[in-house]
Structures are given as C-alpha cells and as structure tokens.
C-alpha cells in the first residue's frame, strides 16, 4: 500500500543545474507534505513543507510545488551543490490534532555532478 | 541549535531479549514519534505520542513494543523479545504543534542489530 510514492529511485545533475525530485500521493485526506535529505547513517533532516492551502512554498535554494488535483508535488533545488547528494525523502500526513503520523516515501538518491 | 538526542547509536543484542532505545527530544516539543527504517526501505512510522499516551501506532506496534516518558526529558522506546527482523535504524522524532503545522525533527538513530 504505497500511499506515497517516488517513482524515480535516482537522480543525477550537474553542479549548478536544477534538480527536480518529484513525488505522488494517493490519500486525498493528506494535507501536509515534508521534504526531508537523509545521508546514510543518520536521521532524516528537514527541508521545507507545504500545506495544501498553497501551491508553492520557496526557501533559498530549494522550492516546493504542490498540485492538488494531480496529487503531485515536486521540490526544486536551484543551483545544486555537491552538498546536496543525499536520498530526498517526500512524505506526507493528514493534520489532526493528537498528533501526525507521517508518510514517507520509498526516497530518491540524488547525486550532484561537480 | 536544539536537536533531537538518541541513545545508544549502535545496540547489538541476541534474539528474545529485551532492548530499550532511548530518546531526549527538542525540549519545548509536545508530541514525540518513533519511525524506523529497515536497510534498503523506506522510513515507517510506529507510533506517536502526546500528553503521556499513545495517541496512534502502526500495525508494526505491536504488544512487543512499548513506550513511556519517563521524566520531564527522555522518551523511550521498548521491544520485549527481540526478533531477527526488529534489525533496523529506530529514528526518535519530535515536533512543536501537530495538525498539520510543524515538521518533525529526527534523531540520528538507534541502529539495532539482533543476533
């Protein structure tokens, strides 16, 4: 049941260029989306988020987009940098108020070309 | 910069015994979570807490597992009997609000090998 899903298990870009890592959803219930890096032996950390009222929510080098009605969001990464080689985790949850059980994505192995 | 703490960063213990993983969250944060991620798949949630209950777990949850907040700082997590397939990295996480308004801030993982 991939209630989340990347479909590209890997990404390689040139230094300087756009990475563009994408993600569906299937749960039309969820409302908040996560980006988080995580490098190997170590915990995911956070990027940037969106909820559903916006459409895009930009910080720095890295841009969230997010299409409601195709159930699709993408995250931008504008110039990449070698530092940015890492596996990107989308993931998702249904805002409640006793807590928030977040979806991740199987994530994409991004690899930045010097 | 406040970041989430755990303990042991590696734990290896045989089959059956009993391991608890251990936690400080970001100490203004109201709900904690524990996830974990066996090697080569994707990160899964096992349960979330808030105001010293369990407010939901996953069907991985099961009665093996158990978590308590012992004092005003650490947030564990307990398997009673370990199985082989509990091996994986058990990430802590906590958040300010919940609702769909506050990211989750993670550990740097427990690695648990069982023998």
């Known amino acids: 049941d991939q209630q989340v899903k990347q479909n590209s298990p890997s990404l390689s870009v040139q230094e300087g260029r756009i990475s563009i890592l994408n993600c569906d959803y299937t749960?039309?219930?969820?409302?908040?989306f996560l980006w988080y890096k995580k490098y190997p032996a170590e915990g995911p950390t956070f990027l940037i988020s969106?909820?559903?009222?916006?459409d895009k929510n930009e910080d720095g080098r890295f841009t969230v987009f997010l299409n409601k009605s195709a159930k699709h969001l993408s995250l931008h990464i504008v110039p990449s940098q070698p530092g940015d080689s890492a596996v990107y985790f989308c993931?998702?949850?249904?805002?409640?108020?006793?807590?928030?059980?977040?979806?991740f994505g199987p994530g994409t192995r991004l690899s930045v070309l010097p | 910069e406040p970041e989430v703490t755990q303990t042991p960063s590696h734990q290896v213990t045989q089959m059956g015994q009993e391991v608890i993983l251990r936690c400080v969250p970001i100490?203004?944060?109201?709900?904690f979570y524990w996830y974990r991620q066996i090697l080569g798949q994707k990160v899964e949630f096992l349960v979330s807490?808030?105001?010293?209950?369990?407010?939901?777990k996953s069907e991985i949850f099961d009665d093996q597992f158990s978590v308590e907040r012992p004092d005003g700082s650490n947030f564990t997590l307990k398997i009673r009997s370990t199985k082989l397939e509990d091996s994986a990295m058990y990430f802590c996480?906590?958040?300010?609000?919940?609702?769909?308004?506050?990211?989750?801030?993670f550990g740097q993982g427990t690695r648990l090998t069982v023998v």
């Open positions: 996480a906590s958040s300010l609000l919940t609702g769909g308004k506050s990211e989750a801030f």
């Open positions: 993931a998702a949850t249904q805002g409640r108020n006793y807590g928030q059980n977040f979806v």
């Open positions: 807490f808030y105001n010293n209950e369990i407010s939901e």
């Open positions: 749960n039309s219930m969820f409302d908040y």
């Open positions: 100490s203004n944060h109201l709900y």
């Open positions: 969106i909820s559903s009222i916006k």
